[in-house]
């Protein structure tokens, strides 16, 4: 069923009071196709949506938005090291995630508690505590929103990279992913690498995959605030990419600032890090603010509106370019 000025406050993490003109959930490729070629719709924007948790509506959305409520969950494939199972793109991620640790199967259990859908995984092929969803991906199914084209993407196709991948560069605004399939080991090797998992789990003799989840789903609640209790959207900016001699120029200033490797000549700046420098950790301004407990994350407390969370963005970003000389971009979807 289509609905007409659809209310979106309970349908982005932010809660921001929008409207869309069109709402449609399709629960089938064929369903979706003809939504999309009904000419009621021609020529207005179309915004494709899981759970409204990586976006900041500006204002009400004056064209047709679509999640795509497609729900199974199906094993295709197994070889001798590997499980291959599709999602649809309705799928919850963390349902799916905890689906796949209860039968053994790893590669997902450090991206345990993001929230949103399948759908949404690749398009900033989604990552945390040192795994990147695009690791894990055989393949992904498109429709064309243009051309109505169902289309298949192998894994190195979608040119996975940080928080980046085609679905954000040529491809941005153009499909409606429809499916994931998953590479699954059979056998897997737990990653602990992080500082903060290797803690949590340092009690644990030869911690499973379960083991793992617990202890992210453990650091994340205690780390990030709870979109049910405070509206935010995750991180708000990338962590930035800058060249190496400018990250040790700030580091050699301030010793305390932890590098990342960004590929040979350039490192990883933590944006919390650069934002907290810059006074922000804490603050509130008006109805919007930046969390107390973590710098990259702004909120949006009872009231606010997406321009005042544009304009805070915009005077974080002046901020740290003006300190340190470096570009924050964000990683939210400002629609
Ligand atoms: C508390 C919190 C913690 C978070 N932690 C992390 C984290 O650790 N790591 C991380 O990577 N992200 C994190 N995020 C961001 C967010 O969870 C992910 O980006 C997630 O994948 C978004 O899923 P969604 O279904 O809500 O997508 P939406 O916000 O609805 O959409 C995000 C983007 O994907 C597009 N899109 C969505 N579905 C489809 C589809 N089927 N076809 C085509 N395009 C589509 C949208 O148009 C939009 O551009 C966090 C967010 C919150 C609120």
Partial sequence: MITRNRDLKRLNT??????????????????LKEVLKDPAYEGLPVLITGSGSNLLFSGDFNGLLI????????ITG???????????AGVDWDVFVAWCVDRGWGG??????????????????????????????????????????????????????????????ELKSATVITYVTFRLSKYPVINAGYADV???????????LSDVRRAIIDIRRRKLPDPAVIGNAGSFFKN?????????????????????AAGSGFSKV?????????????KRFGNVGVHP???????????????????????IRRAVNEKFGIEIEPEVNII
Avoid: M
Avoid at 67 to 74: A, G, R, T, V, W
Avoid at 198 to 206: D, I, K, M, T, Y
């Fill in 14 to 31: 932010l809660g921001l009071e929008a409207k869309a003109l069109w709402y449609a959930a399709p629960h089938s490729v064929d369903a």
């Fill in 67 to 74: 999640h795509p409520d497609f729900n199974e969950i199906k």
């Fill in 78 to 88: 197994e070889d001798s090291d590997y499980v291959y199972v599709r999602a649809g």
């Fill in 108 to 169: 997902l259990e450090n991206l345990s508690l993001i929230p949103g859908c399948v759908g949404a995984c690749p398009v900033q092929n989604i990552g945390a505590y040192g795994s990147e969803v695009g690791d894990s991906i055989h393949k992904v199914e498109y429709v064309d929103i243009k051309s109505l084209k169902e289309v298949t993407l192998s894994a190195p196709e979608c040119r996975f990279g940080y928080r980046d991948s085609i679905f954000k560069r």
């Fill in 198 to 208: 290797a803690a949590e789990l340092s009690g644990v003799e030869n911690p499973g």
């Fill in 240 to 260: 930035p990419v800058v060249p190496e001699a400018l990250a040790l120029s700030i580091q050699r200033d301030n010793p305390s600032l932890k590098l990342f």
């Fill in 270 to 282: 933590p944006a919390a890090w650069l934002i907290e420098q810059c006074g922000f950790k804490g």
């Fill in 293 to 315: 407990n973590q710098a990259l994350v702004l909120v949006a407390y009872d009231g606010a509106t997406g321009k005042e969370l544009l304009e805070l963005s915009d005077r």
